[in-house]
Every structure is written in structure tokens, then in C-alpha cells.
């Protein structure tokens, strides 16, 4: 097994890890990034400028967010997260970012054209035409025997 490159403190790592650590290096820059731009408004600017439902959403992934960085701690300090009541605390938001969804699914539904809705299904069904002149269609196909 090769060792990588020492690292600042003087720990050799294995090779094969190496990538997985820049990934995550940039993962949290990635994440520093974003918890910059967010801190960098107030928190009631921001609320101001949503809706209740945005405003729920935000509130839901800022805290299922911060439970999830909490889980990835405990790992790193040995504490199983599955033992950990962070646990019972994601499932439960996870439940609300459900409720929020079904809400969110229902007010994009309810948004249906029913005028064209119901064109379009009065187009779709076959509808015969009228005969308006039957002495015409008669005498095409009088036409059409003597041809014939």
C-alpha cells in the first residue's frame, strides 16, 4: 500500500483515500461558500422577501442541514449518529419537508386551465359532423357509380 503525500501535521494517509479527502476538501469549501452568501443578509431581510411556504422551506433545509453537519461530527468523533437522537430529529424534519412537498404539489395542481382542460378534452373525442346538405353527398356519390 503506498502512502500519500504528508499532510500539514505530519500523518501519512493511503493512497487510495487521497481523493475522497479532495472531494470533501472541496465539498466544504463549497459549503463555506454558500453559508457566506446566506450570512451575509439578515436573517429578517430574508424572511421578508419570501412567502410562508419559502420561508418553511428554508427554515426546514437550514435545520435538516444543520443535523446532517452535526451526524457527520459525531462520525468523525467515533459517537455511532444511528444511536444518536440527531437521528429521531432528521426523520422528523424529513417529515415536515414531506408535508411542505405535498403542499407545494397540491398548489402547482391546483393551478389547472379548466377552460383548457376542457377543450382539450372536448378535441380529443370524436365528435360526428352533421350532415348540412344530404342531396350533395347524394349526388357525389351518384357521380361516383357512374364512373364506375
Given at each position: 500500500?503506498?502512502?500519500?503525500e504528508e ?8 493512497n ?16 463555506d ?11 429578517s ?6 412567502d ?10 437550514s ?10 461530527y ?12 440527531v437521528?429521531q430529529?432528521?426523520?422528523r424534519?424529513?417529515?415536515y419537508?414531506?408535508?411542505v ?20 378534452v ?27
Amino acid at each position: 500500500m503506498e502512502m500519500a503525500e504528508e499532510d500539514n501535521s505530519g500523518e501519512e494517509y493511503p493512497n487510495e483515500i487521497h481523493d475522497y479527502l479532495s472531494a470533501f476538501e472541496k465539498s466544504l469549501s463549497s459549503v463555506d461558500d454558500v453559508l457566506k452568501t446566506m450570512m451575509s443578509v439578515s436573517r429578517s431581510e430574508l424572511l421578508e422577501r419570501l412567502d410562508p411556504l419559502e420561508q418553511a422551506k428554508l427554515d426546514l433545509v437550514s435545520a435538516y442541514t444543520l443535523n446532517s453537519m452535526f451526524w457527520v461530527y459525531l462520525a468523525t468523533q467515533g459517537i455511532n449518529p444511528k444511536d444518536h437522537p440527531v437521528k429521531q430529529e432528521l426523520e422528523r424534519i424529513r417529515t415536515y419537508m414531506n408535508r411542505v412537498k405535498e403542499i407545494t404539489d397540491k398548489k402547482m395542481a391546483s393551478k389547472l386551465d379548466k377552460g383548457a382542460a376542457a377543450r382539450f378534452v372536448r378535441n380529443a373525442l370524436w365528435e360526428p359532423k352533421p350532415e348540412t346538405n344530404p342531396k350533395v353527398k347524394a349526388s357525389a356519390k351518384a357521380k361516383k357509380k357512374k364512373t364506375n
